[in-house]
C-alpha cells in the first residue's frame, strides 16, 4: 500500500470510529480530491453536508468534486448559490471563474478570477491565469464601457408598444386550476372586489412571478388573466426594454408602466424577468443594478399609484432572478407552472381542435401519448396533423377531417421540450432550494 492509500484507510477508519465528526469526514473527502478521486470525494462530501447543511467550505468542496467529474451545471448551481453572499470565500470565486471559462464565457471568467486573486493573492493559478490571459487586462466592468451615454438633446423613444385587449380568458386555459385560483386571490379579486380586501385589512399590490419549462403557457395564462377582468394587456420582453444607452433602459422601463397607469385596468406582464437579474457576459443581457433598482421602485408605486395595474412576470431561470424582487408586497407569489397533466392535455387538445374538423377524437387516449410535451409542443402536432391533411387534400381536392389516427402520427414525429429544462431545474432544486422555493419542483419530480 502507497502511502495516499494508507492516508486514506487511516483516515477511513477514523471516520467509521467517529462518523459524526464533520471535520474528519472533511479532510476525507479533500484528501480524495487532492488525489485525483473526484466521485468518492463527492460521496464524502455529501455524507458530511447531510451531517452540516450549510457549511460552505462543505459545499465548495462537493462543487469541485462535480466540477473535477465535469458535471458542471451541478457545480454552478452551487458556486452561483454561494456567490449571492457578497461574502463568498474566495475559493467559490475561483472555481466560479473556471465554470464560466468552461462555458465559453471568457470575460466573466477573467473578471471572476482578478476578484479572487485580488481578495487572495495566495490562490493564483498559472495555468487558469495563462488561459484567461487575453482577458485579464480588460478594464473592469468591460460592459460598461460599451454602452455611450446619451447624446445632449437626444431623447431616442421609449419602445412603442400596444396595449392589447384580449378575447381569451380562462376558459380557453386548458388544466391550470390551481394557477388560476391563485390569480384571482392575489391580483382579480383585489380589483374586483376591492371592498372585501379592505374589510379584512388585507393589503393588496405586488406581483406574481410563474415560472417553469418553456411553451407551458405563462404567456398564455397572462393574456388569459387580461381578457378575464377585461382588462387592458401590456406583454414586455426585458430585453426589449434594454437599450444601448446608460440610463435609457430605466426611462423605457418607467414608460412601460405609465403606459400601463394611463391604461387601467391593465395586466402588465414581463416575459424573461430574469435578464434583468443575469450577470451574463452578454452586454445586452446584463441589466445592472440601476435598472433592477428602477424595476423595484416601480413595482412598489413608490412615485405612482400602481391601482388597476396588475403585474405579472414569467421565466424560465427563476435561478437567475434577484432575490430583491422576491421581497413581500414585489413577487411575493412565485408559481411554478408545470407542465399539463393528462388531463390539461387533453383539454388544450380540445381547444386547439375548436373550429377545426375533425372526427370523434379520443383525447384520453392523445393525452396518454403526450406525457411530458407542454402546451406549445401539443400546439405544434396539432399543426403537423393539418399540414399532413392539408397535403392529402391538395391530391384528393376534397379536405378531409382530422382523426385521432393523424394526430397520433403526428405526434410520433415529435419529442417533449419539457424534459431538458427539468435537467437543469432539477440540480437548483436539490442544492440551492433556499427557503423551500424550489419545492414544487421536488414534488413534481417526485424527489
Ligand atoms: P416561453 O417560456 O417559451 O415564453 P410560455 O410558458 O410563455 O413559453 P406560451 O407561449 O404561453 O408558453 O404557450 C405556448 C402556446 O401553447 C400558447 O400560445 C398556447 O397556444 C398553448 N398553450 C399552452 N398552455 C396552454 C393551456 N393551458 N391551454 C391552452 N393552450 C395552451
Redesign the pocket.
Known amino acids: 500500500m502507497n502511502t495516499t492509500e494508507a492516508l486514506l484507510a487511516a483516515l477511513r477508519q477514523a471516520v467509521q470510529q467517529a462518523p459524526e465528526n464533520v471535520a474528519l469526514r472533511m479532510h476525507l473527502a479533500d484528501t480524495l480530491l487532492g488525489n485525483d478521486r473526484p466521485q468518492e470525494a463527492e460521496k464524502e462530501y455529501r455524507a458530511a453536508l447531510a451531517l452540516a447543511p450549510d457549511d460552505l467550505m462543505l459545499k465548495i468542496g462537493l462543487a469541485c468534486a462535480f466540477y473535477e467529474q465535469g458535471k458542471l451545471s451541478e457545480s454552478l448551481v452551487i458556486i452561483e448559490d454561494i456567490l449571492q453572499d457578497d461574502k463568498a470565500p474566495v475559493r467559490a470565486h475561483i472555481l466560479h471563474a473556471r465554470l464560466l471559462l468552461a462555458a465559453g464565457e471568457k470575460e466573466e471568467a477573467a473578471r471572476a478570477y482578478r476578484r479572487a486573486i485580488a481578495a487572495d493573492p495566495s490562490l493564483a493559478n498559472d495555468q487558469l491565469a495563462e488561459r484567461l490571459r487575453p482577458y485579464l487586462n480588460l478594464q473592469e466592468e468591460a460592459s460598461d464601457q460599451h454602452r455611450e451615454r446619451l447624446p445632449a438633446g437626444e431623447l431616442p423613444t421609449a419602445p412603442d408598444t400596444a396595449v392589447e385587449r384580449p378575447q381569451l380568458s380562462f376558459k ?5 386550476e390551481k394557477l388560476k385560483d391563485e390569480i384571482r386571490m392575489k391580483i382579480i379579486f383585489p380589483l374586483t372586489r376591492p371592498e372585501l380586501y379592505q374589510a379584512y385589512g388585507k393589503k393588496v399590490g405586488g406581483g406574481i412571478l410563474l415560472y ?10 397572462a393574456r388569459a388573466t387580461a381578457g378575464e377582468v377585461k382588462a387592458g394587456f401590456l406583454a414586455v420582453g426585458i430585453n426589449e426594454v434594454l437599450d444601448m444607452w446608460l440610463g435609457q433602459s430605466e426611462a423605457n422601463l418607467h414608460e412601460l408602466f405609465e403606459q400601463a397607469r394611463r391604461n387601467t385596468p391593465c395586466v402588465l406582464f414581463f ?1 424573461e424577468v430574469d435578464a434583468l437579474g443575469a450577470s451574463r457576459s452578454d452586454m445586452r443581457r446584463s441589466a445592472g443594478r440601476q435598472l433592477i433598482n428602477q424595476f423595484l421602485a416601480e413595482l412598489d408605486g413608490v412615485n405612482a399609484n400602481n391601482e388597476g395595474v396588475l403585474i405579472l412576470a ?1 421565466t ?1 431561470a427563476p435561478w437567475h432572478l434577484d432575490p430583491a424582487f422576491r421581497r413581500p408586497g414585489r413577487f411575493d407569489r412565485i408559481l411554478f ?1 408545470p407542465p ?1 397533466d393528462a388531463g ?1 392535455r387533453a ?2 387538445l380540445k ?2 381542435l375548436q373550429g377545426k374538423p375533425a372526427q370523434e377524437i379520443d383525447f384520453a387516449l392523445l393525452a396518454r401519448k403526450t406525457e411530458g410535451f ?3 409542443d ?2 405544434a402536432g396539432v399543426e403537423v396533423a393539418i399540414e399532413d391533411r392539408l397535403r392529402e387534400a391538395m391530391k384528393t381536392g376534397t379536405p378531409a377531417p382530422l382523426t385521432t389516427k393523424n394526430l397520433l402520427a403526428a405526434i410520433a414525429t415529435l419529442k417533449p421540450t419539457t424534459k431538458e429544462w427539468f435537467a437543469t431545474a432539477r440540480n437548483y432544486a436539490l442544492y440551492s432550494n433556499q427557503g423551500g422555493i424550489y419545492d414544487e419542483i421536488l414534488a413534481y419530480l417526485k424527489l
Request: hydrophobic share 40%; proline share 10%; aromatic share 4%.
Open positions: 380557453d386555459v386548458g388544466g391550470m417553469g419549462p418553456p411553451g407551458c403557457g405563462k404567456t398564455y395564462l416575459d414569467a424560465n407552472v399539463p390539461a383539454a388544450i381547444i386547439l407542454s402546451g406549445a401539443l400546439k
